[in-house]
């Protein structure tokens, strides 16, 4: 027995779950395992395992967790924590996500994202708590992965002058559109992190998962998230009548809101195509690799958009296009 299970143990046994079977349950990109536990009553919660020794830390789950419940948000509610060790008892919320819901009964799409629409809605209504800021500067050094961990791994060398014109100009957009005021951004808003609740009501049918790294950020930024998600196609359709919905119920600025959109978009995705070079080259997980055509999709999309401009050139030219070639070169 390991010294993480023997520490397991010796939590859940001060808690209503002592005794109860175990399973593991699919866990993330980053060091948290999960397992389902089951008393002999049929009742049911999730154990959290996230070692500190490996850089992780319950605190901001269970914080942010009881924030989003006192807005009447479905984040996992805590019933029990050792956070010097790393261990949560939470909430099973069960195995509805969004991405295996959908394909299930595609017509419900539309249903599913305007709930996790409305969530947002909640979010940008509600008061902020204290958060780091998740401003130009580091969404810039962010955007800056994509030459660090994509495109100078595949040519072989930097190209530090790109990637410094690129930071300067790109910086200066976000600058200048991404004003006002922030909110909530949980930052991986998307179909594999979202669970369908149907017996719930409102944004509450909505589960919430993965919002331990939340920051206080621009209001577009979960929308991007849930809508060019790279695990899945959003249909234009969706994507279109949930940033109309969004709009109208918020009261922002169209024009200003679909710009901000698309920068953020760029942004986000930019950031996503040196996360998955990192995790395929220096992780050894190449189904990261695999989403990298979708992901420059996106960021060929959303470069498009006039506020862009002063960086769009200087992507297409210094940013290789993941061709199989470049792609088995992430896979090594």
């Not at 390991?2 to 399973?23: C, I, K, P, Q, V």
């Not at 807005?71 to 924590?81: F, Q």
């Not at 996500?97 to 305007?114: G, M, N, Q």
């Not at 009548?241 to 986000?268: K, P, W």
């Amino acid at each position: 027995m390991t010294d993480r299970s023997t520490l397991a143990d010796s939590f859940l046994a001060t808690t209503f779950m002592a005794g109860a079977t175990r399973g593991p349950l699919a866990g993330d990109a980053s060091n948290r395992r999960y397992e389902r536990l089951r008393d002999a009553g049929g009742r049911t919660a999730v154990l959290m395992d996230a070692p500190p020794d490996k850089g992780e830390d319950v605190r901001p789950f269970v914080r942010i967790a009881r924030h989003l419940h006192g807005l009447g948000l479905s984040a996992p509610e805590i019933y029990a924590e050792d956070t010097t060790h790393g261990f949560l008892l939470i909430e099973d919320l069960g195995d509805a996500l969004f991405s295996r819901v959908i394909p299930k009964d595609p017509a419900i799409e539309a249903t599913l994202y305007r709930a996790a629409t409305d969530v947002l809605v909640t979010l940008a209504q509600a008061p902020l708590p204290q958060l780091d800021p998740y401003g130009p500067q580091r969404m810039t050094d962010l955007a800056c992965l994509a030459f660090t961990k994509y495109r100078d791994p595949v040519a072989g060398a930097a190209d530090a002058q790109a990637q410094t014109e690129f930071a300067t100009r790109f910086r200066e957009i976000l600058e200048r559109t991404t004003t006002g005021r922030t909110v909530l951004a949980q930052r991986d808003y998307h179909a594999d992190n979202l669970l369908w609740l149907p017996e719930r009501e409102g944004p509450a049918r909505v589960g919430l998962l993965d919002f331990q790294d939340a920051m206080a950020g621009h209001p577009a930024y979960d929308l991007v998230s849930l809508l060019q998600d790279v695990r899945r196609d959003v249909s234009p359709e969706v994507e279109d009548q949930m940033l109309a919905h969004y709009i109208a119920d918020t009261g922002v600025a169209d024009s200003d809101f679909r710009t901000v959109y698309r920068v953020l978009g760029a942004q986000r995705n930019l950031r996503i195509l040196g996360v998955f070079g990192r995790l395929g080259l220096d992780y050894g997980k190449p189904h990261y690799v695999d989403m990298i055509p979708k992901v420059w999709a996106h960021v060929m999309r959303d470069i498009a958009d006039p506020a862009l401009a002063p960086v769009a050139q200087l992507l297409r030219d210094s940013l290789p296009e993941p061709t199989p070639a470049v792609l088995a070169r992430l896979r090594r």
